[in-house]
Each structure stands twice: as structure tokens, then as C-alpha cells.
């Protein structure tokens, strides 16, 4: 792999978290006209944080691109203590606020697995991220209940209660939801580029458990409302209508309303667009 590859690699990691947090209207987001439900972050949060992470995918290319063993969950164990550096680097960036955090995981991972694939072109990087992250949820979820309760994030305190895997869960399985919904959405995506990336994050609100709405809310009901939100926005015609495009404008309003944040749906969005800017479909 030579350096313009690597290069280009880390670009579209960084573009895809440029795109996303341009994409507007997005409820329970942030977005270049609105915070929604994010009164301590805005669009420059956003770049700032953006920024802060090119030498921390520059790493994650270099370790995929290097990896020559046969077990790849050692290579997942090379970039997980690169995250939490990243992760710092992310907070000095921000002022202390948790812009990227599940993006750092997350696209942390494409990028690593899309490098190490760049050597290995028979694997898809479904196959590689599922062989990077063999029994990650079994692990991580270990002796939870032993934890001193208020030690546990969102996500742990969710699986203890509900059984959710969340972010976890996706990534272990290689991102399901990026593979099947968000993808096949994008490529089909009619209008602009604005309009094609709404449709796919409504369609990826459809079809996912977002942890971090649910932690908003207090309870898992609200899954099963936002889905409906999704399906009812679709149903009116989605970016391509104006009633789809004012049901868009007032559910933003909705979700500020009731403090209701869709920051898993925003990783899936970044990830969907990292892979459609991959394979060249936007
Ligand atoms: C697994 C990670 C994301 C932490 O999980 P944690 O339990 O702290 O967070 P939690 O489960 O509450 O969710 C974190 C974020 O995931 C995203 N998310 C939520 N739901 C989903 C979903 N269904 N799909 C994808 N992403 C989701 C959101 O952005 C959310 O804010 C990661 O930060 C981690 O491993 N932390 C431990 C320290 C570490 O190793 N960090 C470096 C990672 S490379
Ligand atoms: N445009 C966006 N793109 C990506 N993620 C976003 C966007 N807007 C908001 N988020 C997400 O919102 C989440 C932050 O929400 P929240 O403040 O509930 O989480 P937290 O910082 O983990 O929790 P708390 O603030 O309660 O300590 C982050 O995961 C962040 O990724």
C-alpha cells in the first residue's frame, strides 16, 4: 500500500465526519444551522474534534496496513490503546465535550480493517472486522454486574438491564446495519447530496437500537417510537417531498423538545458514508 493510498484512506475517514455533521436538518443532532439537543457543541465542536483525529487514523492505516498475523483480533488489540488516546486527544479538542467518541471506535475500526484489506483483496471488510472482533462483546460484558454501578457507561448499564449489545454488539457482527440498511440506502438515494444522506440517516433511525437515545429517554420504548418516526417520514416521500421535509423539520424540533439525542445513528451515518466514499458512490 503506497503513501497516496494511505493517504486517501485517512481523507475519506475525515470527510466522512465532515459530511455527516453537515447534513441538515438532522433531529437530535448537531447540524451547520442547529444543536438540537446538544446545547454544549455546534458545528465547530465538530471540525475542531474532526482535526484532532488525522494522526490517530493515520495510525489505524498504519496498523492495518502492517498486520501480517494470523489472528486479527491481535490487530483490533493494537488500536484499541491508540482509541483512548484518540479519545483524549478528542476531549483537549473540544473543551471536555464527547463529540466523536463512538465515531472513534467505530470508524476507528473501518479504517483499519479497509487498510489490511487493501493487502488482502479475496476478504471483505465485513469478514475482517468480524475476525478483528471475535468474542469482543463476551469479553467486554464480563463480570458487569460486579461493577460499582456508577462506574458503568450508558451502554454497559443498558445490557445489564435490557440485554442490548449496542455499539458493541454491530461492530462485532461487522456492522450489520452500515452493510444492509445504510449502504443499500445510499446507493439507491435520489437528489442531492443533502438529500440522499437525510434519507439514509432516517432509514438507519429505522433500523437501529441507539444506545445513546435510549440512555436520553430513560427507557427503551422510545426505539419503537423513533422507528415509526422514520417509517411515517418515508411514508410522506422522505427528502424528495415537502410534507417529507417538513415532518423532517418538525420532528428536529420534537427531539430538541424532549432532549432526545440520535448519536449511534450519526456513527452509523458516518460509517455508511466512509464505505460509500470507498466505493464510490458519493
Ligand atoms: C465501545 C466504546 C464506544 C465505549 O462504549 P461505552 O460503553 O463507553 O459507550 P456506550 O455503549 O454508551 O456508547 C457509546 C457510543 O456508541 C454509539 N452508539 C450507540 N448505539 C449505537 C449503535 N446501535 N450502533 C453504533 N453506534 C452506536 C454512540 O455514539 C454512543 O454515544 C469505546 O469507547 C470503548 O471501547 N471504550 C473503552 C475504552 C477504549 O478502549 N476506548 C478506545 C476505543 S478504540
Ligand atoms: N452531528 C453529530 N454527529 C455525530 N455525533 C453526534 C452529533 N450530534 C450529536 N452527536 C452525539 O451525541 C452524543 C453526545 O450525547 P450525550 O451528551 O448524550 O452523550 P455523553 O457525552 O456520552 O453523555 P453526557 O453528556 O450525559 O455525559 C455523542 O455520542 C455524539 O457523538
Same mark, same amino acid.
Given at each position: 500500500?503506497?503513501?497516496?493510498?494511505?493517504?486517501?484512506?485517512? %481523507?475519506?475517514?475525515?470527510?466522512?465526519?465532515?459530511?455527516?455533521?453537515?447534513?441538515?436538518?438532522?433531529?437530535?443532532?448537531?447540524?451547520?444551522?442547529?444543536?438540537?439537543?446538544?446545547?454544549?457543541?455546534?458545528?465547530?465542536?465538530?471540525?475542531?474534534?474532526?482535526?484532532?483525529?488525522?494522526?490517530?487514523?493515520?495510525?489505524?492505516?498504519?496498523?492495518?496496513? @502492517?498486520? !501480517?498475523?494470523?489472528?486479527?483480533?491481535?490487530?483490533?488489540?493494537?488500536?484499541?490503546?491508540? %482509541?483512548?488516546?484518540?479519545?483524549?486527544?478528542?476531549?483537549?479538542?473540544?473543551?471536555?465535550?464527547?463529540? !466523536?467518541?463512538?465515531?472513534?471506535?467505530?470508524?476507528?475500526?473501518?479504517?483499519?480493517?479497509?487498510?489490511?484489506?487493501?493487502?488482502?483483496?479475496?476478504?471483505?471488510?465485513?469478514?475482517?472486522?468480524?475476525?478483528?472482533?471475535?468474542?469482543?462483546?463476551?469479553?467486554?460484558?464480563?463480570?458487569?454486574?460486579?461493577?460499582?454501578?456508577?462506574?458503568?457507561?450508558?451502554?454497559?448499564?443498558?445490557?445489564? &438491564?435490557?440485554?442490548?449489545?449496542?455499539?458493541?454488539?454491530?461492530?462485532?457482527? %461487522?456492522?450489520?446495519?452500515?452493510?444492509?440498511?445504510?449502504?443499500?440506502?445510499?446507493?439507491?438515494?435520489?437528489?442531492?447530496?443533502?438529500?440522499?444522506?437525510?434519507?439514509?440517516?432516517?432509514?438507519?433511525?429505522?433500523?437501529?437500537?441507539?444506545?445513546?437515545?435510549?440512555?436520553?429517554?430513560?427507557?427503551?420504548?422510545?426505539?419503537?417510537?423513533?422507528?415509526?418516526?422514520?417509517?411515517?417520514?418515508?411514508?410522506?416521500?422522505?427528502?424528495?417531498?415537502?410534507?417529507?421535509? @417538513?415532518?423532517?423539520?418538525?420532528?428536529?424540533?420534537?427531539?430538541?423538545? &424532549?432532549?432526545?439525542?440520535?448519536?449511534?445513528?450519526?456513527?452509523?451515518?458516518?460509517?455508511?458514508?466512509?464505505?460509500?466514499?470507498?466505493?464510490?458512490?458519493?
Amino acid at each position: 500500500m503506497d503513501e497516496l493510498a494511505k493517504n486517501a484512506l485517512v %481523507g475519506d475517514a475525515l470527510k466522512a465526519l465532515l459530511y455527516e455533521v453537515s447534513v441538515n436538518p438532522k433531529p437530535g443532532l448537531v447540524d451547520p444551522v442547529s444543536s438540537g439537543p446538544h446545547p454544549d457543541m455546534d458545528v465547530f465542536t465538530f471540525i475542531d474534534s474532526t482535526v484532532s483525529l488525522r494522526q490517530y487514523f493515520t495510525s489505524c492505516v498504519g496498523q492495518g496496513a @502492517a498486520f !501480517h498475523g494470523d489472528d486479527l483480533r491481535q490487530l483490533f488489540g493494537s488500536i484499541r490503546p491508540i %482509541g483512548v488516546q484518540a479519545e483524549h486527544e478528542m476531549f483537549a479538542a473540544t473543551n471536555g465535550v464527547n463529540t !466523536h467518541k463512538g465515531a472513534i471506535f467505530s470508524l476507528g475500526i473501518l479504517v483499519t480493517a479497509e487498510a489490511y484489506r487493501l493487502n488482502h483483496q479475496q476478504l471483505t471488510v465485513t469478514n475482517v472486522v468480524q475476525l478483528m472482533l471475535r468474542g469482543l462483546t463476551a469479553s467486554d460484558f464480563k463480570n458487569l454486574d460486579r461493577q460499582p454501578a456508577d462506574l458503568l457507561t450508558a451502554g454497559e448499564r443498558q445490557y445489564l &438491564r435490557y440485554g442490548t449489545k449496542g455499539i458493541r454488539g454491530e461492530a462485532e457482527t %461487522g456492522y450489520p446495519t452500515v452493510i444492509s440498511v445504510g449502504l443499500p440506502t445510499l446507493r439507491a438515494a435520489k437528489g442531492n447530496q443533502n438529500q440522499r444522506l437525510l434519507d439514509t440517516l432516517m432509514m438507519l433511525v429505522g433500523h437501529s437500537v441507539d444506545t445513546n437515545l435510549v440512555k436520553r429517554a430513560g427507557n427503551e420504548d422510545v426505539v419503537e417510537w423513533a422507528h415509526v418516526q422514520a417509517k411515517r417520514y418515508f411514508d410522506l416521500g422522505g427528502s424528495q417531498t415537502e410534507d417529507g421535509m @417538513a415532518f423532517l423539520t418538525q420532528l428536529n424540533q420534537t427531539f430538541t423538545d &424532549r432532549n432526545l439525542s440520535l448519536g449511534g445513528s450519526a456513527d452509523l451515518l458516518i460509517l455508511t458514508i466512509f464505505l460509500g466514499l470507498r466505493e464510490g458512490i458519493i
